[in-house]
């Protein structure tokens, strides 16, 4: 990193690349409010393509993405199903509920899914008026940095085809799980209705997602889109990195992630091996998530709880220039992107150990 900081809490602190830099510079723009920014026009058409769908629609962020993708599926009362603690149902300030007037039913998962006979007994088709009908299922791929494989994806589909809604499919590290499984992104949505994914997080873009689906459903996002005030004039300014970082070959960003995905893995099996280190097994990293907790037991440590353990372990991080969050529970996250090397994965080893070593921790008996 060119800073003193090793900052690994989230890959949404990325920098554009200096070729993402010089095409935002150079961009050819017009009005993406009158459609006539060939830059989005040409990100728009090369994410369609590149997911196997019809059209697209640039958004600010992911979450627009989420909302106005539910805006243009659900009607007012309709139900969600999504699962518990995933990006939609716990993360995006209830905005199906506030801008959509959607209802969400949380489902409970095993390892980041939701159980395809649970979905179908959740099922609610409307007969009863005490209750909101299902419209729409909603997918988080990769969920929690883990990638759901394209059979289940497919299982899912058909649960909502069956009963007769769509899927939505957020796939803000989309790109991360298929190349964590090694498939093309399209297969693990082939049979999605709609579709995001960020820019702006491991394809180190500076702004924006997108949207994909058929023509239909995204000429009424673009509706909600502007509803939300979403609606940007020479945004082509922005689509110009989004155009670089789904490049094939050196300069697109798909195909590093897998050097994030390696680099995760080597500081997991790091943290595995040290003492007071909890609830990660390197095996199950498979993205850019590193996702464990400090529970350390005997000296010390045994006068707090892992609440405390935590903040003062983070703290003590910070303190030497590695930067990490909580997570829910007492869990603590470290995740990999563009801009993090090998160098700073083996300092930020070596710091998490003096850290442990400071905060009085012995081996946990977890």
Same mark, same amino acid.
């Given at each position: 990193?060119?800073?003193?900081?090793?900052?690994?809490?989230?890959?949404?602190?990325?920098?554009?690349?200096?070729?993402?830099?010089?095409?935002?510079? #150079?961009?050819?723009?017009?009005?993406?409010?009158?459609?006539?920014?060939?830059?989005?026009?040409?990100?728009?058409?090369?994410?369609?393509?590149?997911?196997?769908?019809?059209?697209?629609?640039?958004?600010?962020?992911?979450?627009?993405?989420?909302?106005?993708?539910?805006?243009?599926?659900?009607?007012?009362?309709?139900?969600?199903?999504?699962?518990?603690?995933?990006?939609?149902?716990?993360?995006?300030?209830?905005?199906?509920?506030? #801008?959509?007037?959607?209802?969400?039913?949380?489902?409970?998962?095993?390892?980041?899914?939701?159980?395809?006979?649970?979905?179908?007994?959740?099922?609610?088709?409307?007969?009863?008026?005490?209750?909101?009908?299902?419209?729409?299922?909603?997918?988080?791929?990769?969920?929690?940095?883990?990638?759901?494989?394209?059979?289940?994806?497919?299982?899912?589909?058909?649960?909502?085809?069956?009963?007769?809604?769509?899927?939505?499919?957020?796939?803000?590290?989309?790109?991360?799980?298929?190349?964590?499984?090694?498939?093309?992104?399209?297969?693990?949505?082939?049979?999605?209705?709609?579709?995001?994914?960020?820019?702006?997080?491991?394809? #180190?873009?500076?702004?924006?997602?997108?949207?994909?689906?058929?023509?239909?459903?995204?000429?009424?996002?673009?509706?909600?889109?502007?509803?939300?005030?979403?609606?940007?004039?020479?945004?082509?300014?922005?689509?110009?990195?989004?155009?670089?970082?789904?490049?094939?070959?050196?300069?697109?960003?798909?195909?590093?992630?897998?050097?994030?995905?390696?680099?995760?893995?080597?500081?997991?099996?790091?943290?595995?091996?040290?003492?007071?280190?909890?609830?990660?097994?390197?095996?199950?990293?498979?993205?850019?998530?590193?996702?464990?907790?400090?529970?350390?037991?005997?000296?010390?440590?045994?006068?707090?709880?892992?609440?405390?353990?935590?903040?003062?372990?983070?703290?003590?991080?910070?303190?030497?220039?590695?930067?990490?969050?909580?997570?829910?529970?007492?869990?603590?996250?470290?995740?990999?992107?563009?801009?993090?090397?090998?160098?700073?994965?083996?300092?930020?080893?070596?710091?998490?150990?003096?850290?442990?070593?400071?905060?009085?921790?012995?081996?946990?008996?977890?």
């Amino acid at each position: 990193m060119s800073s003193g900081h090793i900052d690994l809490r989230s890959d949404t602190v990325t920098q554009p690349t200096p070729t993402m830099r010089s095409a935002m510079a #150079a961009a050819e723009l017009g009005d993406d409010v009158f459609g006539d920014d060939p830059t989005v026009n040409a990100l728009e058409a090369r994410a369609a393509e590149l997911l196997g769908k019809e059209a697209a629609l640039f958004v600010a962020s992911g979450t627009m993405g989420n909302l106005v993708s539910v805006m243009a599926h659900v009607p007012r009362g309709g139900e969600i199903l999504a699962a518990v603690g995933s990006h939609h149902a716990a993360w995006e300030a209830g905005g199906h509920a506030v #801008a959509a007037g959607a209802a969400l039913r949380a489902m409970p998962t095993t390892d980041g899914r939701m159980s395809l006979d649970d979905l179908r007994a959740a099922w609610r088709d409307g007969s009863d008026a005490h209750f909101a009908a299902t419209a729409l299922i909603v997918v988080e791929n990769a969920t929690g940095g883990q990638p759901l494989d394209a059979a289940y994806m497919a299982g899912v589909a058909a649960v909502a085809h069956e009963r007769s809604v769509p899927l939505h499919v957020d796939g803000a590290r989309l790109f991360d799980a298929a190349v964590a499984l090694e498939v093309p992104a399209a297969e693990l949505v082939r049979d999605a209705d709609t579709v995001t994914f960020c820019l702006s997080k491991g394809l #180190a873009c500076p702004v924006g997602s997108v949207v994909v689906g058929q023509v239909d459903v995204i000429e009424r996002a673009w509706r909600a889109r502007k509803l939300l005030g979403g609606g940007m004039r020479q945004a082509g300014v922005l689509a110009a990195a989004g155009l670089i970082a789904l490049r094939d070959g050196p300069d697109g960003m798909i195909g590093r992630l897998a050097d994030d995905h390696h680099r995760a893995r080597r500081l997991a099996e790091a943290l595995a091996g040290m003492p007071g280190i909890a609830g990660l097994d390197p095996a199950t990293v498979r993205t850019n998530f590193v996702v464990f907790r400090v529970a350390g037991t005997g000296g010390p440590a045994t006068r707090l709880s892992e609440t405390e353990q935590r903040e003062r372990f983070l703290a003590t991080l910070a303190a030497e220039g590695v930067l990490m969050v909580p997570y829910p529970g007492t869990a603590i996250r470290a995740v990999t992107h563009y801009g993090i090397d090998d160098a700073d994965i083996e300092r930020t080893i070596s710091a998490c150990a003096r850290a442990l070593e400071a905060c009085g921790i012995a081996p946990s008996m977890v």
